[in-house]
């Protein structure tokens, strides 16, 4: 009796669905990477939003905290600054001459005090917003419009007299200022800039502006 010979084994689908296997592997490989390089890509922008988010709420929370004082706090967050009118936080006798009232010092206080909040910190309160950024500086700026009567300085030069007073009695109040928790920059920095306004105008007009940079911000 004959032996039939054996059937030839068709490996050709074999190899296809090998090919296969590899083709769906290679596919899934590349959009892992193709996700982990977008996410890395967009992590600076998010890190940016966050800081920008957060910087808001600090912001919101120290003109809070002045309004509760009777300081009638204005926000810009382009520049992430709060300033309050400077005939809220300086008296001027007859003669020109300025001295900080007591306001200034409270006004230190309360920066220093929402200051606790970032990490670091000790909260002095339940009412702190949640923040994981950085310090990077801290300003505050004395800006003239107008002169008082009695002044005998020029406008830039009587800014400058003035954020010398409001700087010492803000570092008096608020000696914490010198080295703020979580700074990774400077303690605070005094200024003085003399801003355009009527000719017309008389009297003390301007303000306080507390100006703060944070890491990983957009310079405003």
């Given at each position: 009796m004959a032996l039939s010979r054996p059937q030839p084994i068709d490996h050709k689908p074999f190899l296809d669905m090998a090919i296969g296997v590899v083709f769906i592997l290679l596919v899934v490989v590349a959009a892992q990477m193709l996700l982990a390089t977008g996410g890395a890509s967009r992590a600076p922008?998010?890190?940016?939003?966050?800081?920008?988010?957060?910087?808001?709420?600090?912001?919101?929370?120290?003109?809070?905290?002045?309004?509760?004082?009777?300081?009638?706090?204005?926000?810009?967050?382009?520049?992430?600054?709060?300033?309050?009118?400077?005939?809220?936080?300086?008296?001027?006798?007859?003669?020109?001459?300025?001295?900080?009232?007591?306001a200034a010092g409270a006004a230190g206080r309360i920066v220093a005090d929402r200051l606790q909040c970032l990490p670091g910190g000790t909260p002095r309160g339940a009412d702190c917003p949640a923040l994981d950024i950085r310090l990077h500086g801290l300003r505050a700026e004395t800006r003239v419009e107008s002169l008082p009567e009695g002044a005998r300085l020029a406008k830039d030069r009587y800014a400058q007299l003035l954020a010398t007073v409001l700087g010492a009695a803000i570092l008096q109040s608020a000696p914490d200022l010198l080295a703020p928790v979580g700074a990774g920059g400077p303690g605070l920095r005094t200024?003085?800039?003399?801003?355009?306004?009527?000719?017309?105008?008389?009297?003390?007009r301007g303000d306080l502006t507390f100006r703060f940079a944070f890491e990983g911000a957009e310079e405003g």
């Amino acid at each position: 009796m004959a032996l039939s010979r054996p059937q030839p084994i068709d490996h050709k689908p074999f190899l296809d669905m090998a090919i296969g296997v590899v083709f769906i592997l290679l596919v899934v490989v590349a959009a892992q990477m193709l996700l982990a390089t977008g996410g890395a890509s967009r992590a600076p922008e998010q890190r940016r939003d966050l800081v920008e988010r957060q910087a808001a709420s600090l912001l919101e929370s120290v003109a809070d905290r002045l309004r509760r004082r009777g300081l009638p706090a204005e926000i810009d967050h382009p520049s992430r600054s709060v300033s309050v009118p400077l005939a809220a936080v300086v008296a001027v006798g007859p003669d020109g001459v300025a001295r900080a009232l007591p306001a200034a010092g409270a006004a230190g206080r309360i920066v220093a005090d929402r200051l606790q909040c970032l990490p670091g910190g000790t909260p002095r309160g339940a009412d702190c917003p949640a923040l994981d950024i950085r310090l990077h500086g801290l300003r505050a700026e004395t800006r003239v419009e107008s002169l008082p009567e009695g002044a005998r300085l020029a406008k830039d030069r009587y800014a400058q007299l003035l954020a010398t007073v409001l700087g010492a009695a803000i570092l008096q109040s608020a000696p914490d200022l010198l080295a703020p928790v979580g700074a990774g920059g400077p303690g605070l920095r005094t200024g003085a800039s003399a801003l355009a306004g009527s000719g017309g105008s008389r009297g003390l007009r301007g303000d306080l502006t507390f100006r703060f940079a944070f890491e990983g911000a957009e310079e405003g």
